[in-house]
């Protein structure tokens, strides 16, 4: 598989915006209370701007088929972020892709300086949860910061240091 990961640019909020929504229904998940809903969504380029914070997309011949991000976490110290938004088509899953992303997006972090990387998500993904463990994120017992997204109840965190 011939790839590519890069900053997001312009050109991919439209594609970026269409996996996620179409997650979204694939799973029947709920819309409200999630990334879904985003005010953001169709502009993830002009989000990610600030040094302390990157989203990344997966370039496939051209295509983007996936992507996440890094930020700092909303409402808490400096020194926490939150993986965000990851997600990925159809065609992208099961190829080692996003283990390659999460640690892409783990080791952007750790050069910016932040200490730990808090992450949320919905009880029924599963695969994304075997994939996080994975990565190293364990879970926690109550939600950190302000994300806005008051559907996910399955909340992780991961030591960066």
Request: charged content about 20%; some cysteine; proline content about 4%.
């Amino acid at each position: 598989m011939n790839y590519t990961i890069r900053k997001i640019e312009s050109k991919d909020n439209a594609a970026m915006a269409k996996i996620i929504r179409a997650i979204f229904h694939e799973l029947d998940a709920p819309k409200e209370g999630t990334a879904y809903a985003d005010p953001i969504l169709d502009t993830l380029s002009k989000v990610y701007v600030r040094p302390n914070e990157i989203y990344f997309v997966v370039e496939v011949d051209g295509e983007v088929l996936g992507g996440s991000g890094i930020a700092p976490l909303a409402g808490e110290d400096s020194s926490l972020c939150e993986l965000q938004k990851m997600y990925f088509a159809p065609a992208l899953r099961g190829k080692g892709m996003a283990q390659i992303l999460i640690q892409q997006c783990l080791t952007f972090a750790q050069e910016v300086g932040f200490k730990a990387c808090y992450l949320e998500t919905l009880p029924f993904m599963k695969a994304a949860q075997k994939l996080y463990l994975k990565a190293g994120f364990q879970y926690i017992s109550s939600p950190l910061g302000s994300t806005g997204h008051g559907s996910c109840d399955v909340f992780m965190l991961k030591k960066l240091v």
